[in-house]
């Protein structure tokens, strides 16, 4: 079992400990009092799978939002409308047409643990990584439980680090 698989599990079984609904609306008001939230205009955020931080609060202000849809090795960016289909990797994901991801300003990326580093632990599948890395313009953030916020993980030359992070 390589590091990454270990942290993954870890983090996967802290998940299930922890009481995610209160932790994703702390985590939920802290991103919409940062510069970075207030700012954006088209910020894609992502469905929540169980025991993951659920950002669906947030559809409620008055921003344009986007979720990802697999295609392929490929994440498309597609907006948010309640019109959703379950994907191959048990995702909701949106039916909308996809657009252009550099109309985003902000994109809220999904993790089971990031560390000091700004590194990011995600499922390892890499989509999040190669989309980062076509569009290094766009500002991303992760949000996490603090007990998901270690010191340091395990990352390689492809992997991204995320512009912020913020733990509750």
């Known amino acids: 079992m390589d590091n990454k698989t270990y942290f993954r599990t870890i983090a996967k079984q802290y ?7 209160s932790i994703s609306h702390t985590l939920c008001t802290l991103l919409r009092n940062t510069d970075i939230y207030q700012n954006a205009k088209n910020i894609m955020i992502y469905y ?24 392929q090795k490929d994440l498309l960016v597609c907006p948010y409308t309640d019109d959703l289909k379950v994907s191959e990797f048990k ?6 047409e996809p ?38 313009n766009i500002t991303t953030v992760t949000l996490l439980p603090e007990t998901l916020c270690v010191d340091k993980l395990p990352h390689e030359d492809f992997d991204i680090p995320l512009d912020y992070v913020i733990c509750a």
């Open 48 to 71: 929540p799978l169980a025991n993951e931080i659920n950002l669906l609060e947030l559809l409620n202000d008055k921003k344009q939002f986007y979720l990802p849809r697999v295609f």
């Open 91 to 96: 995702v909701k994901e949106p039916c909308t």
């Open 99 to 136: 657009v252009s991801p550099e109309i985003l300003d902000l994109i809220v990326v999904p993790a089971l643990m990031t560390d000091k580093n700004n590194y990011r632990l995600g499922y390892g599948g890499g989509f999040y990584d190669r989309f980062l890395a076509k569009y290094p």
């Open 15 to 21: 998940r299930k400990e922890l009481d995610i609904a």
